[in-house]
């Protein structure tokens, strides 16, 4: 078993802080899947809203893991996408989503 680092030495707490929250997970989760608009990823993601959605994409562009294009169109078009970087976070994704499935049962009914 790995022995994590005290919390002087954690290297995972800026990436924990830059993914953290509700929402950035799924969003790139949606951009795993394919380049998006934002109103795509609004309805992909549900119950998020505009201004939410806004701010969560924007603080993942400043932490490096997603791009946005603007195509200066009438009207606008933007599309996301993922980073180098932010398809580097795939494989953290597939060993969530593998750990999850282990864990189903657990996770519908903790007790």
């Given at each position: 078993?790995?022995?994590?680092?005290?919390?002087?030495?954690?290297?995972?707490?800026p990436?924990?802080?830059?993914?953290?929250?509700?929402?950035?997970?799924?969003?790139?989760?949606?951009?795993?899947?394919?380049?998006?608009?934002?109103?795509?990823?609004?309805?992909?993601?549900?119950?998020?809203?505009?201004?939410?959605?806004?701010?969560?994409?924007?603080?993942?562009?400043?932490?490096?893991?997603?791009?946005?294009?603007d195509?200066?169109?009438?009207?606008?078009?933007?599309?996301?996408?993922?980073?180098?970087?932010?398809?580097?976070?795939?494989?953290?994704?597939?060993?969530?989503?593998?750990?999850?499935?282990?864990?189903?049962?657990?996770?519908?009914d903790?007790?």
């Amino acid at each position: 078993m790995t022995t994590l680092e005290s919390k002087e030495n954690c290297l995972i707490e800026p990436l924990i802080e830059a993914i953290s929250g509700k929402w950035k997970l799924l969003i790139v989760y949606w951009l795993v899947q394919e380049t998006s608009r934002f109103n795509q990823l609004q309805r992909n993601l549900g119950s998020i809203t505009h201004r939410t959605l806004t701010r969560q994409l924007s603080e993942l562009q400043e932490a490096g893991f997603v791009s946005r294009k603007d195509f200066k169109t009438i009207p606008p078009h933007v599309e996301y996408s993922l980073t180098p970087l932010g398809q580097s976070l795939i494989p953290l994704l597939q060993a969530m989503h593998d750990w999850a499935a282990s864990n189903a049962d657990l996770l519908r009914d903790p007790k």
